[in-house]
């Protein structure tokens, strides 16, 4: 197809998308290219399935008369498909929203030590978001994997909230009489949802009350498709993110029903990630009970702002979107929710396989919220569960190198852990010794697609995560994403520069802007701009600390596998009391450093420094681990103002790495003790 002609359609069909779910529409069959079935989806129309040349979608008439008049081919499946669902959800064999909170109420009175019932949010019409959670001692916490099951975010597909509510009322019947169901309950913590959407549940709608396809609005590579007007837009999106945010999933699957498949990540890239053998391997053993087919989900059709796309990508729990069938009659309903049943008993009781362990301080034995790396061989990070400290990384058969870290911490290191066929392995208590001076981006809150329909470009987000290391996330032309530098460990303002962004090498110097908050989706305060590595002052936005930041590329770059800002990393600077305490002792005003120049650098500094008396001086570099990495100055000075070089040599004249370090400068006079610390960029 003619590429003017595509963004024809987008045009014509802009319009009729924003007021599509106040008219009828219609299921349609539209003879499409592949590759500009994307197209389609950005305009505003709702893609609900796709094959090779065609696509189903819901147009309202101006869209349909649109396309028709441009010369594309196209069938009306179902004239008014509103009409064709109310059909079949008012036959009964479906739940209405008050019968669904009846099933569930009964199930926490009949099985209180099994389940709990929870609201953990309302919906834009004040509906409850209801969670059971199923486990042998539901009101503890434990060390145990979770997983999470949910249904019905889109309000007119149905058939997710039978299968949960089926499974859930399955296992806890089942309980004291199915070993494999007991085995599930008393080693794992399930969530079942049965429907994410309420609103849209209770009107027979796609989308929510607000007119948003739910899983388009998430905000991992969001680009506003579906009518979402920015990522995680709507109350009921951010009460999901919420919940995946308190809880640590390892597993997650989310039923639909516009095909027959076991749709796995990603959906807005053809770029596999790295846990995919083991994705497909647990999709097969879901399709083998099932009969659906197993496909990943953009070879069926891109999508971008999706749940599964979030979850994976945000905190490393596996994630799946299943599609089935909606049938009208009873007897097919149960034969769905039997053939899902089983798949589930086989996948969850999976969910713990792998590798699992402890995140502790290790002087008071505290847990910690801390990101796990497998690096060698690469997989998706994952997270420790932020009361409990507890790991659980789904992962197949072999041999890793882990890496564990969280602000505030040192990196620890675990080799060569073997991963067994069946169960996991434990690597007990990992702890973590204090170091303040280790502060970088957490975790990723949301990205922007930006771009990426170049395929080419396969960086990922967590590239951005951890230490500046030359591994970066290439934002694309006009590109954003949010980085949460942690909970307990925001950016502070220290005086001077209290933060860098870091690029990474892609040949270019490229331009960017920077904001930050203490809210992940509000009240965003500009830090400036810069090209390359550059430090930033939070002075300049009036807070004295902030959790969030946002990096956003400036639109000058367009194209290619690098396209956007590369960001390589963003290190806060905290400085570890090993270092120094800034400003102790008896002061002596006039010794100072008057100036380091520049303070970003990639062959030298210079120090200037002035004493009013004679002292004993030390000037040092120190990195951000509290390493002595040199001396500079050391021994007795006279008054008067003295200058010191730095080339960015270590003590025995190597050239050190790219990174954050601190020019420490001391004295000692007669009666006198005065130590500072400045901060300074090696950049390369």
């Known amino acids: 197809m003619n590429i003017m002609k595509i963004y024809l359609i987008i045009i014509l069909c802009t319009f009729a998308g924003i007021t599509q779910s106040l008219e009828a529409v219609s299921l349609t069959r539209i003879s499409l290219a592949r590759e500009d079935i994307a197209a389609l989806a950005r305009s505003g129309i709702t893609v609900m399935d796709a094959g090779d040349g065609w696509v189903h979608a819901l147009m309202s008439d101006e869209e349909i008369r649109s396309l028709q008049s441009e010369g594309f081919a196209l069938d009306i499946l179902i004239a008014d498909y509103q009409a064709y669902k109310d059909a079949i959800f008012t036959r009964g064999f479906y739940h209405t929203y008050e019968e669904l909170y009846a099933e569930l109420d009964s199930c926490a009175s009949q099985y209180p030590t099994l389940c709990r019932l929870d609201t953990i949010g309302y919906s834009i019409q004040n509906r409850a978001i209801w969670a059971m959670r199923v486990t042998d001692y539901p009101d503890s916490e434990e060390y145990e994997p979770e997983i999470r099951l949910a249904g019905n975010m889109h309000g007119d597909e149905h058939i997710g909230t039978e299968i949960t509510l089926y499974f859930l009322k399955y296992i806890l019947q089942n309980y004291t009489s199915n070993t494999i169901v007991q085995d599930i309950i008393d080693n794992h913590e399930l969530w079942i949802l049965p429907t994410l959407n309420p609103d849209g549940k209770v009107a027979n709608t796609r989308r929510n009350a607000n007119s948003v396809d739910l899983n388009r609005d998430y905000g991992y590579f969001w680009d506003g498709w579906g009518g979402s007007p920015a990522p995680v837009s709507q109350i009921e999106n951010k009460v999901i993110v ?36 083991h994705i497909i391997m647990l999709s097969d053993i879901y399709e083998d009970s099932t009969g659906l087919v197993a496909i990943n989900g953009y070879d069926w059709y891109q999508t971008t702002g999706g749940l599964q796309d979030h979850t994976i990508g945000t905190s490393g729990a596996l994630a799946w979107t299943i599609e089935t069938m909606e049938p009208p009659s009873s007897g097919q309903i149960d034969e769905i929710c039997y053939e899902n049943r089983d798949a589930l008993l086989e996948v969850c009781r999976r969910a713990g396989w792998g590798m699992q362990g402890m995140v502790k301080d290790s002087v008071t034995g505290e847990p910690l919220y801390a990101r796990i790396e497998c690096i060698q061989p690469e997989r998706i990070d994952v997270y420790s569960d932020p009361g409990l400290g507890d790991f659980h ?3 197949e058969p072999g041999m890793y190198d882990v890496r564990i870290s969280t602000n ?36 990723v809150v949301l990205c922007r697609y930006a771009n990426h329909a170049e395929q080419d470009n396969t960086t990922q987000p967590r590239y951005a995560l951890g230490a500046q290391d030359d591994v970066f996330f290439s934002l694309g032309q006009s590109g954003y994403m949010v980085l949460d530098m942690g909970h307990d460990t925001p950016i502070h303002d220290v005086g001077g520069d209290d933060f860098t962004v870091f690029e990474g090498d892609d040949g270019l110097d490229e331009g960017y802007t920077v904001s930050v908050s203490n809210t992940w989706d509000a009240n965003w305060l500009s830090c400036g701009s810069a090209t390359g590595t550059a430090s930033f002052d939070l002075a300049t936005t009036g807070l004295t600390t902030a959790r969030y930041v946002r990096i956003t590329d400036d639109g000058t770059s367009s194209s290619g596998p ?46 200037h420094y002035e004493l009013t008396s004679q002292a004993n001086v030390e000037l040092t570099i120190f990195d951000v681990s509290g390493r002595l990495v040199t001396v500079l100055a050391r021994g007795i000075r006279e008054p008067g103002i003295h200058t010191a070089v730095w080339l960015a040599h270590d003590g025995q004249g190597r050239q050190i790495a790219p990174g954050v370090y601190f020019v420490r400068f001391s004295t000692r006079g007669k009666d006198m003790h005065h130590e500072s610390l400045e901060k300074v960029v090696v950049m390369r």
Request: net charge negative; aromatic share 14%.
């Open 562 to 607: 690098y396209a956007g800002f590369d960001l390589d990393a963003i290190s806060g600077y905290y400085v570890s009391p090993g270092i120094v305490d800034e400003n102790v002792g008896t002061e002596m005003p006039s010794a100072k450093i008057l100036s380091i120049q520049p303070s970003l650098f990639n062959i030298k500094t210079t120090i």
């Open 393 to 395: 990384k789904l992962i």
């Open 408 to 443: 505030g911490y040192a990196p620890a290191s675990i080799f060569d852990v073997s991963v067994p066929a069946t169960g996991s392995v434990d690597v007990g208590d990992v702890l973590l010794t204090e170091d303040t001076t280790y502060q970088y981006a957490f975790m």
């Open 242 to 277: 919420e919940h995946l945010l308190q809880n640590n999933i390892s597993l997650e699957y989310n039923y639909h029903s516009a095909a027959q498949y076991v749709n796995y990540p990603w959906d807005y890239h053809d770029a596999d990630p790295p846990d995919s053998q």
